[in-house]
């Protein structure tokens, strides 16, 4: 294992190697920042071009370009409320108030920095427990990954802001729209009313594209404002050091977000998308001022953005060890190991135990690569904020819609963000919170998926096993904090 360990470390410090990574960090940084590609396409388009590299570089090249989206994704949801990434979105619900505030490069250093830390955190633990990672993963069947999706819709009530009434209507409209099309396991299609747009379901770009961002890029365009309410709101260097200061004031959120991205991650077909609302829910729920967040509350930025990044070394745990994909990225990066020549697998980690820890190294040096390039340009992006909306709106617009086409180049795709743009808009004009649709949607389908499942191979007491009960139990605690909270308090005086 030591030897592996040196064979991997030195692959990826090759001059050849550092310079595939690099190219990946920018074309994983830009596709992050631009709406409606994100890290499953951008893994897609690369995919042919690693055919005939040496297997070491082919992955590592792969690995560093799709591991960086999110870091680059928290740019825009902090500044403009778009999404580079699904996952991102959670992070839209306290960076963009900030920025409405005047605190963006606050925002963006504690997004950024905490990004990129927590990415490297994710790499480290892969590489801490390779010898491991069978029994790890072997941990996790259908009725954890199912109370794992569970706990994350617990929190819909918690996302808004204000009525948790509202709350709970705007993820029950999302978990109706995850019903939409093909049922997974039976093949019937449900509510398509006979179109063949509809049959394969809601897709998640258009969603999440029409839903957030449509409603302010109107509101800016309607005002005329500009994105911060002040106008002598000009970030500075000491702002966005600031930010990277509130990710250490608030270790114990980091630590915290950091260790449910991992174990979102290690859990197959979670994904990342699950993982960032998990974290952003527990911090409020944990924090001794949970009003504060949905009006720009430093940790709503950390904890979705730790565990966006940190997700992605659990992701590899049942791909290296069983070859099943711990993610629909992780499925394409399967492809890539394929072509290559390589079957991911109990073997492999016997036999490419190097070529494992090359994947490590990528990952460490290409948050490292990636969060020192975004937080250096910071300072400057944050004064797009200062952009009079009746200039910034309309680009953004052009940007939203070229996101929506350029993902599968379908008009119909344009259609419907025109359809949750209006959707979104009237969320915002009568306060329904926009983020539980989305958490509901997302994890609709998954739930029924793995709920099924666990149904069928355990009966109705699936949730009996050592890491069911711990995971309902956390789920409890969790949800029981702030009454617990209240009753302390209320013995106290």
Same mark, same amino acid.
Not at 102 to 116: K, P
Not at 177 to 182: D, E
Not at 195 to 213: K, N
Not at 254 to 278: D, K, N, Q, Y
């Given at each position: 294992?030591?030897?592996? @360990?040196?064979?991997?470390i030195?692959a990826?410090?090759l001059?050849?190697?550092?310079l595939?990574?690099?190219?990946?960090? &920018?074309?994983?940084?830009?596709?992050g920042?631009?709406?409606g590609?994100?890290?499953m396409?951008?893994?897609?388009?690369?995919?042919?071009?690693?055919?005939?590299?040496?297997?070491?570089?082919?992955?590592?090249?792969?690995?560093?370009?799709?591991?960086v989206c999110?870091?680059?994704?928290?740019?825009?949801?902090i500044?403009?409320?778009?999404?580079?990434d699904?996952?991102?979105?959670?992070?839209?619900?306290?960076?963009?108030p900030?920025?409405?505030?005047?605190?963006?490069?606050?925002?963006?250093?504690?997004?950024?920095f905490?990004?990129?830390?927590g990415?490297?955190?994710?790499a @480290?633990?892969?590489?801490?427990?390779m010898?491991?990672?069978?029994?790890?993963?072997?941990?996790?069947?259908?009725?954890?990954?199912?109370?794992?999706?569970?706990?994350?819709?617990?929190?819909?009530?918690?996302?808004?802001?204000g009525?948790?009434?509202?709350?709970l209507?705007?993820?029950?409209?999302?978990?109706?729209?995850?019903?939409?099309?093909?049922?997974?396991l /039976?093949?019937?299609?449900r509510?398509?009313?006979g179109?063949?747009?509809?049959?394969?379901?809601?897709r998640?770009?258009p969603?999440?594209?029409?839903?957030?961002?449509?409603p302010?890029?109107l509101?800016l365009?309607? /005002?005329?404002?500009?994105?911060a309410?002040d106008?002598?709101?000009?970030?500075?260097?000491?702002?966005?050091i600031?930010?990277i200061?509130?990710?250490?004031?608030h270790?114990?959120?980091?630590?915290?977000?950091? &260790?449910?991205?991992?174990?979102?991650?290690?859990?197959?077909?979670?994904?990342?998308?699950?993982a960032?609302?998990?974290?952003?829910?527990?911090?409020?729920q944990?924090?001794?001022?949970?009003?504060r967040?949905?009006?720009?509350?430093?940790?709503?930025?950390?904890?979705?953005? &730790?565990?966006?990044t940190?997700?992605?070394?659990?992701?590899?745990?049942?791909?290296?060890?069983?070859?099943?994909?711990?993610?629909?990225?992780?499925? @394409?990066?399967?492809?890539?190991?394929?072509?290559?020549?390589?079957?991911?697998?109990?073997?492999?980690?016997?036999?490419?135990a190097?070529? =494992?820890?090359?994947l490590?190294g990528?990952?460490?040096?290409?948050?490292?690569?990636?969060?020192?390039f975004?937080?250096s340009?910071?300072?400057?992006?944050?004064?797009?904020?200062?952009?009079?909306?009746h200039?910034?709106?309309?680009?953004?617009?052009?940007?939203?819609?070229?996101?929506?086409?350029?993902?599968?180049?379908?008009?119909?795709?344009?259609?419907m /963000?025109?359809?949750?743009?209006?959707?979104?808009?009237?969320?915002?004009?009568?306060?329904?919170?926009?983020?539980?649709?989305?958490?509901?949607?997302?994890?609709?389908?998954?739930?029924? /998926?793995?709920?099924?499942?666990?149904?069928q =191979?355990?009966?109705?007491?699936?949730?009996?096993?050592?890491?069911?009960?711990?995971?309902?139990?956390i789920?409890?605690?969790? &949800?029981?904090?702030?009454?617990i909270?209240?009753?302390v308090?209320?013995?106290?005086e």
């Amino acid at each position: 294992m030591l030897e592996a @360990i040196v064979q991997g470390i030195g692959a990826v410090l090759l001059p050849s190697t550092l310079l595939l990574i690099f190219v990946a960090v &920018v074309l994983g940084t830009i596709v992050g920042i631009l709406p409606g590609i994100g890290g499953m396409a951008l893994l897609a388009m690369l995919l042919p071009f690693s055919y005939g590299m040496d297997p070491a570089q082919g992955l590592a090249f792969l690995m560093a370009a799709n591991a960086v989206c999110h870091v680059g994704g928290a740019i825009t949801s902090i500044l403009l409320a778009i999404p580079g990434d699904p996952p991102n979105a959670a992070t839209i619900v306290d960076g963009f108030p900030m920025t409405q505030q005047g605190r963006g490069g606050r925002a963006l250093g504690a997004g950024l920095f905490a990004a990129g830390l927590g990415g490297i955190v994710g790499a @480290i633990f892969l590489g801490l427990t390779m010898p491991v990672l069978r029994p790890l993963a072997l941990l996790f069947g259908s009725p954890e990954v199912f109370l794992i999706i569970f706990m994350a819709l617990i929190f819909i009530g918690v996302l808004g802001r204000g009525s948790m009434v509202k709350g709970l209507i705007s993820g029950g409209i999302g978990l109706f729209l995850a019903f939409v099309g093909y049922q997974s396991l /039976t093949g019937v299609a449900r509510f398509s009313f006979g179109s063949l747009y509809l049959v394969d379901g809601i897709r998640l770009i258009p969603v999440v594209l029409g839903l957030f961002a449509i409603p302010e890029a109107l509101e800016l365009m309607t /005002t005329g404002a500009p994105i911060a309410k002040d106008f002598k709101s000009v970030a500075t260097k000491g702002d966005v050091i600031e930010g990277i200061k509130d990710v250490f004031r608030h270790w114990l959120v980091f630590l915290r977000s950091t &260790v449910i991205g991992l174990i979102v991650g290690v859990a197959p077909g979670a994904g990342a998308e699950t993982a960032p609302w998990i974290a952003y829910g527990d911090a409020k729920q944990a924090s001794k001022h949970p009003e504060r967040f949905g009006n720009g509350a430093v940790e709503g930025v950390i904890a979705p953005q &730790v565990a966006c990044t940190s997700v992605k070394g659990g992701d590899l745990v049942p791909t290296l060890s069983f070859g099943v994909p711990g993610s629909s990225s992780m499925a @394409i990066l399967l492809g890539a190991f394929l072509i290559l020549g390589l079957v991911p697998g109990p073997m492999f980690l016997k036999e490419h135990a190097d070529i =494992a820890f090359t994947l490590v190294g990528a990952m460490v040096v290409g948050f490292v690569l990636t969060t020192a390039f975004c937080l250096s340009f910071a300072v400057p992006l944050v004064k797009i904020a200062l952009i009079p909306g009746h200039i910034l709106g309309p680009i953004i617009l052009a940007f939203i819609f070229l996101g929506a086409y350029g993902t599968d180049s379908s008009m119909m795709d344009v259609v419907m /963000t025109f359809v949750f743009g209006a959707l979104g808009y009237a969320m915002k004009t009568f306060d329904y919170p926009r983020p539980p649709l989305l958490l509901g949607l997302v994890l609709g389908k998954l739930a029924e /998926t793995y709920f099924y499942i666990s149904i069928q =191979a355990y009966g109705w007491l699936f949730f009996t096993s050592p890491i069911s009960i711990i995971l309902l139990s956390i789920t409890i605690l969790t &949800v029981s904090l702030p009454g617990i909270k209240y009753v302390v308090r209320k013995i106290r005086e």
